[in-house]
């Protein structure tokens, strides 16, 4: 099971609240937690990512483990702890402004 905190405003359009679980066979990347949250949550298509590109919407950022994994590929492994669901993996909604 992965363990996935979403922001608020995402919950609230998932009609969810606190963590969500997804079962998603390994490999597990960001881009099949993704696709399996947008499955399970279809009010999410086009929230976190590009309905066409499939890349990450601006001001939205990943963090698993204490890292950005912002930038990382879609298609690398996430770490062991959020594929074993010891760790869950956050979607934030950044913050801009000056």
Do not use: N, W
Not at 11 to 28: I, K, W
Not at 65 to 74: G, K, Y
Request: hydrophobic content about 45%.
């Amino acid at each position: 099971m992965i363990r996935l905190q979403l922001p608020a405003h995402l919950r609230t359009l998932a009609q969810v609240s606190g963590e969500v679980t997804l079962d998603v066979a390994a490999p597990v990347t960001l881009a099949s937690i993704l696709d399996a949250l947008e499955a399970r949550y279809p009010t999410l298509q086009g929230t976190i990512r590009d309905h066409v590109t499939k890349k990450r919407r601006p001001f939205v950022r990943f963090f698993a483990c204490q890292e950005d994994l912002s930038h990382e590929a879609t298609d690398a492994l996430l770490p062991t702890a959020v594929a074993e669901g010891s760790e869950p993996l956050l979607i934030v909604g950044a913050i801009a402004g000056g």
